[in-house]
């Protein structure tokens, strides 16, 4: 017989599901290999047991396939449900997105925004605040202590006031601190759940107080262990005599969040404590659709006692609208004159 050293793989081995096996080249085989795939359209000759093999393995697989369209219609019908949810979902955020934009802008308000250099704004009509904070002082600003846990709090046993700065993840407050105090001390990431831990900053003198930097609430890129104990440390921080003022950011791209409602619904259970607005990231937002942004948090915040005096708008990126939040801070700071008289009394 002619035997050559080459192999190759069996033929039709390209239809099959089985890896191709490699067969020896031999003269029977080639001929056998044309009768398989000769156009004449006989079958090749099967034996009956084999026969009887194909029948079984057919049936097995009409059975596998029945079950598997039974699971599939089952599964349909669930989907449909969670796809009418989904649609509900949608519709009420349309109806919400059409209630938005069909609020005025107050001319007030837009010119407000304009003459602050606010909202998303090619020429800023107005310079950007690059006053110190606190002039003549080398760090505006200095971190003095960190805490995960209630005993680990910054004592603070002057009583010197805090202004603490609270909102969602990634919503701008480390930012804020840096622009607002003229400092890049804070450390800031564009991804969610950077600050980890309650940080205080003693401002530099003739001021006497702090300001706090917080872990953001909501959705943020850390362990569940760990926001769970921010969701503890935060209310025991906030109950502390020292915190004079809370700082609540608001996203002004997204105005006020379900996190956000919970929490100042919290907070005015836990204690009446004075809280501004501040809507940051103004330098993102159309000005129409900030001034409709700043209406309707003001109408949003005026049930936890909130006035719109005390909603801000700002951008920490451009440097618009610092200047307001700045007095607004340094008002509730201590000078180191009513620090003394305090110390005295
Ligand atoms: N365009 C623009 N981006 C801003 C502004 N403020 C903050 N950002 C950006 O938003 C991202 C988050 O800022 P952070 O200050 O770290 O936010 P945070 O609230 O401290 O976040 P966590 O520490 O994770 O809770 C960063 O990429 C900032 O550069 C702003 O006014 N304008
Ligand atoms: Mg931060």
């Not at 609540?248 to 379900?258: F, N, P, T």
Request: aromatic share 6%.
């Amino acid at each position: 017989m002619l035997r050559h050293s080459i192999s190759i793989p069996a033929l039709g081995a390209a239809r099959a599901v089985r890896p191709a096996a490699t067969v020896p080249l031999t003269l029977s085989a080639v001929r056998s290999a044309s009768s398989l795939t000769s156009t004449r359209g006989r079958p090749p000759p099967t034996h009956p047991a084999r026969q009887a093999k194909i029948i079984a393995a057919a049936a097995k697989r009409r059975e596998q396939h029945e079950q598997r369209m039974a699971a599939a219609s089952s599964k349909s019908s669930s989907a449909s449900a969670a796809t009418a949810k989904s649609a509900a979902a949608v519709a009420a955020e349309l109806s919400k997105r059409k209630q938005f934009m069909s609020i005025t802008p107050r001319s007030d308000v837009l010119d407000l925004i304009q003459s602050w250099g606010l909202g998303e704004n090619k020429r800023p009509t107005m310079k950007p605040d690059k006053y110190p904070f606190v002039p003549h002082a080398k760090r505006p600003v200095e971190f003095v202590a960190a805490a995960k846990r209630e005993g680990s709090f910054w004592r603070n046993e002057e009583r010197w006031p805090e202004v603490a700065m609270i909102g969602r993840s990634n919503v701008g407050k480390s930012r804020l601190i840096n622009a607002v105090c003229g400092t890049t001390i804070v450390r800031v990431k564009a991804k969610p759940g950077l600050t980890q831990s309650i940080n205080w900053y003693k401002v530099a003198k003739p001021w006497r107080g702090y300001v706090v930097d917080m872990p953001g609430y909501g959705f943020a890129y850390a362990k569940d262990e760990r926001k769970e104990a921010w969701a503890d440390i935060i209310p025991e921080y906030l109950k502390r005599p020292q915190v004079s003022r809370l700082l609540v950011l608001v996203d002004a791209r997204h105005g006020l969040k379900m996190a956000d409602v919970e929490f100042l619904d919290s907070m005015s259970k836990l204690r009446r404590l004075p809280k501004s607005i501040i809507l940051t990231k103004c330098d993102l937002v159309r000005p129409d659709i900030l001034a409709r942004r700043y209406q309707s948090v003001c109408q949003d915040v005026h049930k936890f006692g909130i006035q719109p005096s005390n909603v801000v708008m700002v951008s920490a990126k451009s440097g618009a609208g610092l200047i307001p939040l700045r007095t607004l801070l340094k008002r509730e700071l201590m000078t180191t004159a009513e620090a003394e008289a305090a110390a005295g009394q």
